[in-house]
T-cell receptor
Framework: GENVEQHPSTLSVQEGDSAVIKCTYSDSASNYFPWYKQELGKRPQLIIDIRSNVGEKKDQRIAVTLNKTAKHFSLHITETQPEDSAVYFCAAIPGGSYIPTFGRGTSLIVHP | GAVVSQHPSRVICKSGTSVKIECRSLDFQATTMFWYRQFPKQSLMLMATSNEGSKATYEQGVEKDKFLINHASLTLSTLTVTSAHPEDSSFYIC???????????FGSGTQLSVL
């Protein structure tokens, strides 16, 4: 089955800095890669996603890149703000099977 | 986006009692619902996949007699934790894929505390 590795487990940055979270996956059949943000005690919220036919996608301060050959994808947050502090999860979903495999999560802390 | 409603948000119960958690898709039909368990500061652990009108598929190591799942309609799936014990205390959360079967929408989660 699919295996998703996510790094780092904790990321501490100063407000205004950029943050990068990286994930690798093992199943070449995976073709959809969403990222979720989860605040303490709340539901994960989809913040951005990318499909395997695209190399990069951007939405304001958030961007995701995908390298299919290397089987890795990354989340980039620029100009971080304290409200960006949360746990971020990456996921990989194989085509034909919509069962996602989640990474272990990254706790992002943005210091004001 | 699509909305998944989950109730209750918090349950405190005595050891040995059963607890039912409901998840409803409010504006779309969810033929599939995923049930996850999440420990503090850890990832989402898939427990089972429920499919409307058929038996749920449980992940390895998850006791199907302990965690009863019912998906009786296209908008409702329930998870019943039977004879709950303190080790069952956790955050339980459901999710359903939208019509594209790719985008997942999560319920708000249920924090279960078994005394």
């Amino acid at each position: 089955g699919e295996n998703v590795e996510q790094h780092p487990s904790t990321l501490s940055v100063q407000e205004g800095d950029s943050a990068v979270i990286k994930c690798t996956y093992s199943d070449s059949a995976s073709n959809y890669f969403p990222w979720y943000k989860q605040e303490l005690g709340k539901r994960p919220q989809l913040i951005i996603d990318i499909r395997s036919n695209v190399g990069e996608k951007k939405d304001q301060r958030i961007a995701v890149t995908l390298n299919k050959t290397a089987k890795h994808f990354s989340l980039h947050i620029t100009e971080t703000q304290p409200e960006d502090s949360a746990v971020y999860f990456c996921a990989a979903i194989p085509g034909g099977s919509y069962i996602p495999t989640f990474g272990r999560g990254t706790s992002l802390i943005v210091h004001p | 986006g699509a909305v998944v409603s989950q109730h209750p948000s918090r349950v405190i119960c005595k050891s040995g009692t059963s607890v039912k958690i409901e998840c409803r898709s409010l504006d779309f039909q969810a033929t599939t619902m995923f049930w996850y368990r999440q420990f503090p500061k850890q990832s989402l652990m898939l427990m089972a996949t429920s499919n409307e009108g058929s038996k749920a598929t449980y992940e390895q190591g998850v006791e199907k007699d302990k965690f009863l799942i019912n998906h009786a309609s296209l908008t409702l799936s329930t998870l019943t934790v039977t004879s709950a014990h303190p080790e069952d205390s956790s955050f339980y959360i459901c999710s359903a894929p939208d019509g594209s079967n790719e985008k997942l929408f999560f319920g708000s989660g249920t924090q279960l505390s078994v005394l």
